[in-house]
């Protein structure tokens, strides 16, 4: 009978020790200084970019290193890896506004790489030490629902002054800033093309046509599409939103539109830094900017690569003068100020 | 925690002296050390993150602060007022409506109770943010009610609609634990009382409510704390209307101002343990308690009284369903609001990412189901019966994850277990260990409860025939338990399967789940995916708490189908 006590209490023991020991296993990927076996080696990585499952399964037929990845919000992502001081949670930081990435640079997060592919990327697309590189440009756009632009008897607005507008009071929904790499451009693009003064000034006055500030970056387009809001600040087209067969249409801002380079990274203390290096060249090469481009419209950074036909009229639009180094620099700043603004 | 396991045992023989009269032998030695081991891991997953972020919130850049808590009194009172306000105002109507469904179930004349029943165990099966979903697909501006049916375009956003889903969510749990100490009271005392010359509204409202006391007031507590705690609702349909609970959140994934976040957090705690003192004197005081379930009630209800009840419970049952049936719907119809016929095309789009995810769950959730409520049993059985030293202090500890909104243990996880001698961050384990540790009040309270209902000479005869310790535990009070333990693992199955608050902190590449998955997909604003995975969890959970209660309580089976579903009950009026 003392027998069974013990089993009883082993199985007890085991069993904690069978859930701390279940993930130790993924960290099997020393880098060896010749020619790396990488094939069959795991990527982690945390994601904001549309279309990820097809482009990673282009880049595992590809290379042969397989991927794991959580989606988060880029505001998300920074909080992650300032939490967990630079202990290492995953390899690659993949896509969102690129102010976090600066911003976690600065903090010492980021690992330096300049890939033998960033030859071909315009030099205002990628910081210079190689701490982050664009993939592709991000363009924000306001997604309009026209059934509710009739209901409400006005135009399809064109301009960032259109949505003052009395009757889009309550109908313009934007995303929080402090989490949504979108938002932020938004706030930094209008601080930075209008000055500090008058672009403050303009906020006030969008802040009366908000409701609310949506907490996550792409709830906007969606309540846009759904009819809840009438127009809604996004990062995209909405392509997705229109093959749906919701009522919407996309418009470049005209006088001025907030643009950012969408960067990839290689976080600090990565356990896969070959397989990252990896990573980050393929994304860069032809045949990668080719694969995101059609897998998620967006232009790509890469010189001699056509943008995607959804997205023609970015030649026509006018794109805002934004330095991402003062945007980055000064993001927690600009957010606090903004948060004591707006937030209550 | 292998540490703490092995050097304990020799440590604690003085202390045995007095408790084991009988037999001071192997077994017992086990007995202890099986007690430490369970009482330092408490300490460490539970006490250990409460005082890092505790800590957190006092200490700024090494030196010791209250501007955390200065600027929440004096700028952002508003926020403390909202959740207050939100909280009481949604325990209340959640207590009154789930009191009602409770006398429907326990004392009305009409049909259908078990039906409304089994809807209660159904909505304990709601994956987040899924009511608040289903309310803009329904009472949107462009809501299939009120726009497509009523013609309405009215502004969904805002306090009242956080208050509306709150109440009626937090209702069935509410109906569930009340039930459970209705059925326990004596009857006898209604007789009596209609003997005398009540009618049955003055017995109602006279003997029945007040003996059940201690059932809404246990309520109240839960839902007040679970309402405090809350911040998916008023992030998808609060508006611009933001409570602690929010605010904390956006402090935490987007300013990452983490002192703010624990100071906010440690500000939730006080309001619910304010209830916590309060329910344990209602308690104390009360003294109800007819251990054996009593026949059914004799108490004969008014005519006008039976259908009241009857209509409140319907709507409330209607409204709950119809959410069901939305989220249903939402995961056929091709594009909702726009194209409302039946399509397969999300159930198609299905990726493997999201597959991976959905099976991930399952074994997170049947881990810490089983860990868990084994772990609980063994506390019980220690703190009730055993009354190892120190056990009333064990005993609260165990009960302070309920009283913890689910985000802040998050990040306490987060600040406690991200260095070394405990960096656990990025792995599965700590994902288990936060559920398991978060469930366990529930299980140690629903085993307590049968404990104090098993009289000790049951083991004591065993013991007298020459059992030894483990065997009395095993062969008397084990089967016993039973349906404690089917409880707590069907509720920390259950709530491991729609967690979301306190484990989106410790997500890593690898380690996703299927509500991450869902909160990604509503994010992108994809209902259909969303709705699809919501019915996943929706009907997994349900088909293996349906099958795990039968393999539980299938020696059972020829018994009355009520009392299969009483097991439900006294646990979760268990939780105290």
């Known amino acids: 009978m003392k027998k069974k006590a013990l089993i009883f209490l082993m199985i007890l023991m085991l069993a904690f020790t069978v859930v701390g020991c279940g993930e130790d296993n993924t960290a099997d990927t020393q880098p060896t200084s010749e020619q790396p076996k990488l094939e069959g080696t795991t990527l982690k990585l945390f994601v904001a970019y549309d279309g990820e499952d097809e482009i990673f399964k282009a880049f595992t037929e590809d290379t042969g290193i397989k991927i794991e990845y959580l989606d988060m919000s880029s505001g998300e992502v920074l909080a992650r890896i300032r939490a967990e001081q630079g202990k290492p949670l995953g390899d690659i ?98 601080l930075q093309s209008m000055g500090e003064e008058e672009g403050w000034a303009y906020m006030d006055k969008l802040n009366e046509q908000i409701p609310f500030y949506a907490k996550r970056g792409s709830e906007p387009p969606q309540k846009a599409a759904m009819g809840e809001v009438t127009v809604g600040l996004a990062p995209d087209t909405g392509e997705a939103l229109k093959a749906e067969g919701y009522p919407i249409v996309s418009v470049f801002p005209q006088d ?13 203390g990565a356990e896969n830094l070959e397989g990252a290096k990896v990573f980050v060249d393929w994304c860069l090469s032809e045949k990668g900017q080719k694969i995101l481009r059609d897998n998620c419209p967006r232009v790509p950074v890469r010189k001699g690569i056509e943008p995607p036909e959804c997205l023609a009229g970015i030649k026509e639009a006018k794109l805002q003068d934004i330095d991402f180094e003062v945007a980055g620099n000064e993001r927690d700043t600009t957010v606090e100020q903004w948060q004591e603004k707006y937030a209550q | 925690m292998n540490n703490g396991r092995k050097n304990t045992p020799n440590k604690l023989m003085p202390l045995q002296k007095g408790i084991f009269t009988r037999d001071i032998s192997f077994s017992n030695l086990i007995a202890s050390s099986v007690y430490i081991t369970l009482a330092v891991s408490v300490a460490v997953f539970i006490i250990w993150p409460t005082i890092a972020i505790l800590m957190e919130s006092v200490y700024y850049d090494g030196q010791f602060t209250l501007t955390q808590y200065i600027s929440l009194f004096t700028e952002n009172q508003q926020l403390l007022l909202n959740s207050i306000w939100v909280s009481t105002l949604s325990t209340f109507l959640a207590v009154v409506l ?24 159904l909505t304990l099966i709601s994956p987040p943010f899924v009511s608040a979903l289903s309310y803009i697909m329904l009472f949107g501006r462009r809501g299939i009610i009120t726009y497509n049916l009523l013609g309405l375009n009215i502004n969904p956003y805002g306090w009242h609609g956080v208050v509306l889903l709150q109440s009626i969510g937090h209702a069935s749990i509410a109906a569930l634990i009340i ?4 059925r326990g009271i004596d009857k006898s005392l209604e007789q009596a009382s209609l003997d005398l010359g009540a009618n049955s509204l003055q017995t109602l409202l ?12 246990a309520a109240a507590l839960i839902c007040f704390v679970q309402s405090l705690a809350d911040f998916g609702t008023p992030v998808i349909i609060g508006g611009n209307f933001t409570v602690l609970a929010t605010e904390a959140y956006l402090n935490v994934i987007g300013l990452y101002n983490l002192p703010r976040a624990a100071a906010m957090g440690t500000l939730l705690l006080i309001p619910a343990l304010i209830m916590f003192i309060i329910y344990r004197n209602v308690v104390k005081n009360s003294q109800y308690f007819s251990v054996r379930q009593s026949n059914e009630s004799t108490l004969v209800l008014s005519k006008w009284l039976n259908i009241i009840l009857g209509v409140i419970t319907w709507s409330f049952v209607a409204f709950q369903l119809i959410q069901y049936i939305t989220i249903l719907w939402g995961a056929f119809a091709r594009t909702w609001g726009v194209d409302f016929s039946l399509s397969l095309k999300h159930i198609n789009a299905l990726g493997s990412s999201q597959i991976a995810s959905f099976v991930r769950s399952l074994e997170y959730s049947f881990l810490a189901a089983l860990i868990g409520s084994l772990i609980g049993l063994i506390l019980a ?36 277990f991200h260095d070394y001698p405990l960096l656990l961050t990025g792995t599965a384990f700590i994902v288990v260990v936060n559920c398991i540790y978060r469930q366990l009040p529930i299980g140690t309270k629903a085993a307590t409860t049968v404990l104090t209902q098993l009289n000790p000479e049951i083991e004591y005869g065993a013991r007298d025939l020459g059992a030894s310790e483990i065997h009395a535990f095993k062969d008397v009070v084990l089967p016993a338990l039973k349906p404690a333990f089917l409880i707590s693992f069907i509720n920390t199955f259950t709530t491991t399967m729609i967690t979301i608050g306190a484990i989106i902190f410790l997500m890593v590449p690898g380690s996703e789940v299927a509500t991450v998955q869902m909160f990604n997909a509503i994010k992108t604003g994809d209902i259909g995916l969303s709705a699809v995975i919501a019915n996943m969890i929706i009907i997994a959970t349900l088909g293996i708490n349906l099958a795990f209660s039968y393999f539980i309580l299938r020696p059972a089976r020829h018994k009355d189908t009520m009392e299969k579903e009483m097991a439900y009950v006294p646990a979760i009026e268990g939780i105290k």
């Open chain 1, 93 to 190: 930081w993949f896509g969102g506004g690129v102010d976090s990435f600066i911003a976690a640079k600065n903090d010492g997060l980021l690992e330096a790489y300049v890939s033998p592919e960033a030859e071909f990327i315009p030099a205002q697309y990628k910081d210079k030490e190689g701490y982050w590189t664009g993939i592709s440009l991000v363009t924000v756009n306001f997604i309009v629902n026209t059934d509710r632009c009739k209901e409400l008897g006005v135009d399809i607005p064109q301009t960032w002054t259109d949505l003052l507008a009395p009757q889009f009071k309550g109908e313009i929904l934007m995303s929080n800033p402090s989490i949504s790499g979108t938002a932020y451009t938004i706030l930094s693009g209008l």
């Open chain 1, 256 to 268: 001025g539109t907030p643009w950012w380079p969408s960067p990839v990274a290689i976080l600090k």
């Open chain 2, 98 to 121: 789930g009191l009602i469904v409770a006398l429907f179930i326990s004392h009305s004349a009409n049909r259908g109770k078990k039906t409304v029943f089994a809807v209660l165990l």
């Open chain 2, 179 to 182: 039930l459970g100490v209705l």
């Open chain 2, 206 to 217: 006279k003997i029945t409510i007040p003996l059940a006391k201690p059932g809404i007031v």
């Open chain 2, 381 to 416: 059985y220690m703190i009730e019966r055993k009354k190892f030293p120190g056990y009333q202090i064990l005993d609260f500890m165990v009960t302070l994850p309920y009283m913890i909104p689910g985000p802040f243990l998050g990040i306490a996880y987060v600040l406690a």
